[in-house]
């Protein structure tokens, strides 16, 4: 069973602050990875994807990939309340065009 | 980036009718796209794997003859919900995969709210 893992939190920050959002995979022939944003009533939007070993910075966000300890990570910088929302940690299966998604981390950004 | 709609954004209907939920992509060609559902404070569920001019690929658990699958074009698909039954109520949402630029990225519709009575 192939699997994402992420801390469902809610994960507290204050207006300002880095919010650092973890998530880790089970399947190591796994390629691309992807952060989606989830408003509550709100179908998700894509964030950030990163597919190689490093950080990806995109404004606000960034994006970090290790392979070899299955872990990718988002990083919000300066977080507003605008950023409270559930991110979704999404996987692309090695060999699959199927996305597994991880049950998502609640992010409050307190004024 | 990509658009995908999704008709309608909410419905309501009686045990035992059928609806019909479309997903479109708008701004490019979907040889892909895919249905979830999503349950209150649960994550994503992937239902089925619709490619266009081909039968869809269920998850298991899923009842494809149930939920009726559609890929009649590269910017069509549908889902239709037949005999539903107040359990079918839920949160779907389709996605696309394009055909080129955004190889192996999904963008997602924003939702159809179902509501059985």
């Known amino acids: 069973q192939k699997e994402v893992e992420q801390n469902s939190g809610p994960l507290s920050v204050p207006e300002g602050a880095i919010a650092s959002l973890n998530c880790t995979y089970s399947?190591?022939?796994?390629?691309?990875f992807f952060w989606y944003r989830q408003y509550s009533g709100k179908s998700p939007e894509l964030i950030m994807s990163i597919y190689s070993n490093g950080d990806k910075e995109d404004g606000r966000f960034t994006a970090q990939l290790n392979k070899a300890s299955q872990y990718v990570s988002l990083l919000i910088r300066d977080s507003q309340p605008s950023d409270s929302a559930t991110y979704l940690c999404a996987v692309l299966q090695g060999g699959s065009e199927k996305l597994v998604f991880g049950k998502g981390t609640k992010l409050t950004v307190n004024p | 980036g990509a658009v995908v709609s999704q008709h309608p954004s909410r419905v309501i209907c009686k045990s035992g009718t059928s609806v019909k939920i479309e997903c479109r992509s708008l701004d490019f060609q979907a040889t892909t796209m895919f249905w979830y559902r999503q349950f209150p404070k649960q994550s994503l569920m992937l239902m089925a794997t619709?490619?266009?001019?081909?039968?869809?690929?269920?998850e298991q658990g899923v009842e494809k003859d149930k939920f009726l699958i559609n890929h009649a074009s590269l910017t069509l698909s549908t889902l239709t919900v037949t005999s539903a039954h107040p359990e079918d109520s839920s949160f779907y949402i389709c996605?696309?995969?394009?055909?080129?630029?955004?190889?192996?990225?999904?963008?997602f519709g924003p939702g159809t709210r179902l509501l059985v009575l």
């Open positions: 619709s490619n266009e001019g081909s039968k869809a690929t269920y």
């Open positions: 399947d190591r022939g796994s390629q691309s």
């Open positions: 996605s696309a995969r394009g055909s080129s630029g955004a190889v192996e990225t999904q963008y």
